[in-house]
């Protein structure tokens, strides 16, 4: 079946332009998740999603990015007046609905699929 | 403090031989679940093995097998028989249950090399 995936592969943008970025989960993954892995680092948490409400932001660096998701599907990923710090790759992923409950992290592998990336370039 | 720590930036290891790949984690929760990820030079992360923090023995997948070392809060991924295609970044993650959601919290990785 499908797996995660994201367009574009690359963008390159020019300081102060806005970009979109998409990703399409895996059908029947209700929850999704939005991280940035800037060179050499680890995966930095940006948004998740339950459906199509986003529980938490709080990873989001500045109030230039915004995400939404529509139909419990597909998720854009905005960034308005870009700039060189923004460049990284953006990783999209999903999983299936995401466990709650105090017990749930200790009992439920429910990993989260991930998507090959937008390697964004602000010039 | 750092949630996930991998101390090693760089490893090193011949062919057919085992490599540990040493990862510690920090939380107060009783309830959480830690992951490794492997992610070649491609890009896409891969998902590899977990362990639940209430899971009794260490968890295996094929060649992969995790070190739980609940006590000292440890996680370390062993790769049994390494091949040439276990060149890659590894990532060590963690799920606090206490959160309520699943948000992964990564560590910075170990890029492991194998050579012929």
């Known amino acids: 079946g499908a797996g995660v995936s994201q367009s574009p592969s690359n963008k390159v943008t020019e300081k102060g332009k806005d970009v979109e970025l998409r990703c399409d989960p895996i059908s029947g993954h209700t929850a999704l998740y939005w991280y940035r892995q800037s060179l050499g680092q680890g995966l930095e948490f940006l948004i998740y999603?339950?459906?199509?409400?986003?529980?938490?932001k709080s990873g989001l660096p500045s109030d230039r990015f915004s995400a939404e998701r529509t139909g419990g599907s597909v998720s854009t990923l905005t960034i308005q007046r870009t700039q060189q710090e923004d460049s990284a790759v953006y990783l999209c992923?999903?999983?299936?609905?995401?466990?709650?409950?105090?017990?749930?992290?200790?009992?439920?592998?429910?990993?989260?699929?991930f998507g090959p990336g937008t390697r964004l370039t602000v010039l | 403090a750092q949630k996930i720590t991998q101390t090693q930036p760089g490893m090193f290891v011949q062919e057919k031989e085992a490599v540990t790949l040493d990862c510690t984690y920090d939380?107060?929760?009783?309830?959480?679940?830690l992951f490794w990820y492997k992610q070649p030079s491609s890009g896409e992360m891969i998902f590899l093995i977990y362990q639940g923090s209430y899971d009794q023995q260490n968890a295996t997948e094929g060649r992969y097998s995790l070190n739980f070392q609940k006590a000292r809060k440890s996680a370390n991924l062993v790769i049994s028989a390494s091949q040439l295609g276990d060149s890659a970044m590894y990532f060590c993650a963690m799920r606090e249950g206490g959160s309520g959601y699943s948000t992964l919290t990564f560590g910075k990785g170990t890029m492991l090399l194998v050579s012929p």
């Open positions: 939380t107060s929760d009783p309830s959480y679940g």
């Open positions: 999603f339950q459906g199509n409400s986003a529980p938490d």
């Open positions: 992923a999903s999983s299936l609905a995401a466990p709650t409950g105090r017990l749930a992290g200790g009992n439920t592998r429910n990993e989260q699929f």
